[in-house]
């Protein structure tokens, strides 16, 4: 390879682990109910629930197919056709004010003469600790849950139930919703029952 293109291959690679350097984390907890192995298998036909014509709403439950699609459900437009009908809720609550403070100790520097009993003289640099510095960082966290229902048609009863909840300096459901279905879709066969911790990145907020 070129010289040249070396460094832009460099320079991309930088560019790119700095950018996830930067990218802000959000921890978020992941309680999950299943009962999916009983009833699906590879492909299985799942409609979304409309709960109503926004547009939020349509974008979330495009999101929510992504997934399904990408876990090997089949989405299909009409609950006639599905085995599963899914259920998706996502908000945001209100913002909850908070404050760190930092103390950060002050110091002033004393220079003397002081005159030795042979008659040399010496510096003596004494550091005088003159109380704290305090800053307040004042910040707001926002509660943001995300929950998916998945119902079997045969028999109306939920075969999964999950949530995802976090606290995070981002408050907009449009940067959370995509992150959040993904830590819920990680494991989402494992055991019924469970909860599990994680982060997330959540890149635009």
Request: with cysteine.
């Amino acid at each position: 390879m070129p010289a040249t293109s070396s460094c832009k291959a460099l320079a991309a690679l930088l560019l790119l682990l700095v950018a996830a350097a930067c990218t802000p984390v959000q921890p978020v907890s992941v309680t999950q109910h299943s009962r999916i192995a009983d009833v699906a298998s590879a492909g299985t036909a799942v409609a979304i629930a409309r709960q109503g014509d926004s547009l939020q709403e349509a974008d979330f439950n495009k999101a929510l197919a992504q997934r399904l699609t990408s876990a090997g459900f089949t989405v299909v437009e009409g609950a006639s056709d599905a085995r599963l009908i899914a259920t998706l809720k996502a908000g945001v609550a209100e913002g909850i004010d908070k404050e760190q403070v930092y103390r950060y100790p002050e110091y002033i520097t004393r220079s003397r003469l002081i005159t030795l009993n042979d008659g040399r003289q010496v510096r003596d640099i004494e550091r005088i600790y003159m109380g704290d510095r305090v800053e307040r960082h004042r910040y707001t966290i926002w509660p943001a849950t995300v929950a998916l229902t998945l119902t079997d048609t045969t028999t109306g009863k939920p075969v999964f139930e999950g949530e995802v909840a976090t606290q995070g300096s981002c408050g907009a459901m449009a940067a959370l919703i995509g992150p959040m279905l993904d830590a819920l879709f990680k494991n989402l066969r494992s055991e019924s029952g469970t909860v599990e911790r994680s982060y997330v990145e959540v890149p635009t907020c």
